[in-house]
């Protein structure tokens, strides 16, 4: 992505600094934060992020529609939304995947 930016400082100060992601998150759970951000620091459009594992980039839906996620470990998942505004749609309404090219990092969730 051309952008990452955090929902709060907080998010930034943690997700910047191993120390503090480990600490927060654990070893386990922290390693695989730094690999999907890191995925999507490489992608160039939220397309190119893959919808099948490890990673299975999807869309959240009912009061959730339009964020994403990611998989980390059962049952955690790295949040996020698209930071574009107006947001690109497609004809068909959903959202243009291959426009998106800046996100908002949301949190690290278990919203089962």
């Known amino acids: ?24 998150y654990g070893i386990r759970l922290g390693t695989l934060i730094k690999r999907r951000m890191s995925v999507l620091r490489a992608a160039p459009t939220l397309e190119d992020v893959s919808h099948r594992p490890p990673e299975r980039r999807h869309e959240l839906k009912g009061r959730r529609k339009g964020t ?14 698209p930071d574009h505004n107006p947001l690109p749609f497609k004809e068909d309404g959903g959202i243009d995947l ?10 690290v969730e278990d919203y089962h």
């Open 1 to 24: 992505m051309n952008s990452i930016r955090f929902k709060s400082r907080k998010l930034a100060k943690v997700f910047n600094s191993e120390k503090e992601l480990f600490r927060e």
């Open 68 to 81: 994403f996620a990611v998989d980390l470990e059962h049952p955690y998942r790295l949040v996020f939304k």
């Open 98 to 107: 291959r426009k998106v090219t800046a996100i908002t990092i949301v949190g």
